[in-house]
């Protein structure tokens, strides 16, 4: 069973940066590709950015795009997001997810192994 443990959230001002963590276990890491997804309070769950099994491809949310960087490192077994330039409408609980679709990667229901979440907290 995968299991997914993020890590790196907090509080931060306006124009701050974070770096979020993901550390996989339970399978096999390259045969998954990655994603985060945030959700606000009172709104739903949302894409924010995706990489492919070997890292070649990379997807984004058009709001974090330039701001926001995600790569992953096989031999660690990890995926990062880079959060820069932050903005208090990034307020969000981030997940990580895996799966092992190689298309159609910006959509939730296509991950089937989800981490518990970290909150990030940006103050105007």
């Known amino acids: 069973q995968v299991q997914l443990v993020e890590s790196g959230g907090g509080l931060v001002q306006a124009g701050g940066s974070l770096r979020l963590s993901c550390a996989f276990s339970g399978r096999t890491f390259t045969n998954y590709a990655m994603g985060w997804f945030r959700q606000a309070p009172g709104k739903e769950r949302e894409f924010v950015a995706a990489i492919s099994r070997n890292g070649g491809t990379t997807y984004y949310k058009d709001s974090v795009k330039g701001r926001f960087t995600i790569s992953r490192d096989n031999a660690k077994n990890t995926v990062y997001l880079q959060m820069n330039s932050l903005k208090p409408e990034d307020t969000a609980v981030y997940y990580c997810?895996?799966?092992?679709?190689?298309?159609?990667?910006?959509?939730?229901?296509?991950?089937?192994?989800w981490g518990q979440g970290t909150m990030v907290t940006v103050s105007s």
């Open positions: 997810a895996a799966t092992s679709n190689i298309v159609v990667l910006t959509i939730a229901s296509r991950y089937s192994y």
